[in-house]
């Protein structure tokens, strides 16, 4: 279904949303929650991918189907290798099969882990036979995808002897490494994180049983970032439920939309952004540890006319789509002019928008979210818009709410 956004403006100077929990936080929590079974859950995201999570530690069937759920794929290969006596098949979507996979199942495989592939080396469709893992120290590539080392320390609390894990070359995405240690911390599991070398201490006891609530969704609050910083002055949205400290690195917007005039301000448990003049005329940032608010920023800042340098992007060829690609040819169809590398992306200034453009989306989510908040600037239409449920499905209906004139 595709959707046509009315150039509007939100109806009121203020207006609140609820945001649905991270799904990087509950897809980690679900799994282990099913490795210990004590703890109970709050705010699990509504999203697809969390969906696809909680089923898939549920199915008792032999053939699992991730769909488009990257964490999902990479973490239930870790939990399905330790899960003895139990065969699967873990399979996903046409991108699934091209999303690698090599560097997590080679650690698996030094660990003692029986993992073949269905089709192509290096790629989903893999057939996984659980066993004990009877090794603890692996060392691995740490450039291409956290997610790799994430599902490794989500279930080296169970292995006989823990794991030691040395991580190879530059880590990439580091705060969503910490965010898994964060939360093998808050179940009391030990870990360390010295230097490149991190250790999980095993784990055979019952933990204190305990409630955890999982925060909202950072990336889902990108865009009503973007949304503030293209709105007129004095514009205010306030999101819940967010903290201040929080585990995840998307938080690091309320820095960067510093950079549009954006001014955050934490209340309880909500964050009221603020539309107040911008400062700057062009912006540089590294992403590296945040690439999935890239989308979001390269849009604010052609709604702007403001010219960006985005370093750091490496990790965005192998998303939900090659997301560096997405990116030019979506903007250079309103009228931008894009340049980009395999790891950056440059936005040269712009002074026009085009209008009612058809914007595809790659059966990427943020493709979608990302060009929503244009509407302030110009109507345009989005391609397959339900492709927003892999992470926030009550996007559209949030933003008819504040205001966004959608119409099928
Ligand atoms: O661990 C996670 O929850 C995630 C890690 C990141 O992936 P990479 O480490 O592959 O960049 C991020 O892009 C993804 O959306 C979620
Ligand atoms: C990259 C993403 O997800 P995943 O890798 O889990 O599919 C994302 O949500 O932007």
């Known amino acids: ?19 649905t929990g991270s799904k990087s936080e509950s897809n980690r929590l679900l799994l282990l929650q099913a490795l210990y079974p004590e703890f109970k859950l709050e705010n699990v995201s509504n999203s697809d991918d969390s969906n696809l999570m909680t089923n898939a530690l549920s199915s008792k069937s032999n053939v699992v189907d991730i769909h488009h759920a990257g964490t999902a794929m990479r973490f239930l290969t870790a939990y399905f290798s330790i899960q003895e006596g139990r065969e699967v098949t873990l399979t996903g979507s046409k991108r699934m099969t091209e999303r690698p996979i090599k560097i997590l199942v080679e650690a698996l495989q030094d ?24 090794n603890h120290k692996v060392s691995l590539k740490a450039n291409v995808s956290s997610q790799y080392i994430s599902a490794l320390l989500l279930i080296a609390s169970k292995l006989e002897n823990g794991l030691e894990l040395t991580l190879e070359g530059e880590i990439t995405s580091v705060p969503y490494i910490n965010m898994t240690l964060s939360l093998l911390d808050e179940i009391g599991v030990e870990s360390s994180f010295v230097g490149n070398v991190i250790t999980v201490k095993p784990n055979t006891k019952a933990l204190t049983p305990k409630t955890l609530v999982v925060e909202s969704d950072w990336s889902s ?3 009503y970032f973007s949304i503030a910083a293209i709105s007129d002055i004095g514009t205010e949205i306030t999101l819940s439920s967010y903290k201040e400290n929080s ?5 690091v917007l309320v820095e960067i939309y510093k950079h549009f005039g954006v001014t955050s301000t934490f209340n309880g448990n909500s964050i009221t952004l ?30 702007l006319g403001m010219p960006c ?58 493709m979608a979210m990302a060009f929503a908040p244009l509407a302030l600037k110009t109507s345009l239409i989005i391609e397959h818009a339900a492709v927003v449920s892999k992470s926030y499905p009550t996007f559209w209906d949030d933003l008819k709410a504040i205001g966004f004139k959608i119409t099928e």
Do not use: W
């Open 247 to 251: 585990l995840q690195g998307d938080s």
């Open 309 to 366: 340098d985005l370093i750091g992007l490496h990790t965005l060829k192998i998303k939900e789509t090659d997301r560096l690609v997405a990116l030019k040819t979506e903007i250079e169809k309103l009228g931008g002019e894009v340049k980009i590398t395999d790891k950056s992306l440059h936005l040269a200034p712009s002074t026009k928008i085009k209008e009612l453009v058809p914007i595809a989306t790659y059966n990427d989510h943020r």
């Open 274 to 303: 603020k539309k107040e003049k911008a400062s700057e005329s062009t912006i540089s940032l590294d992403l590296k540890n945040a690439p999935d608010i890239a989308q979001t920023i390269a849009v604010t800042c052609f709604a």
């Open 111 to 134: 660990l003692g882990a029986e993992i073949s592939y269905v089709d192509n080396d290096g790629f989903p469709p893999i057939k996984i036979t659980g066993k004990k893992l009877s």
């Open 221 to 223: 609050a990108s865009y």
């Open 1 to 19: 279904m595709n959707i046509t956004l009315h150039k509007s403006k939100l109806e009121n100077q203020k207006s609140a949303v609820i945001i």
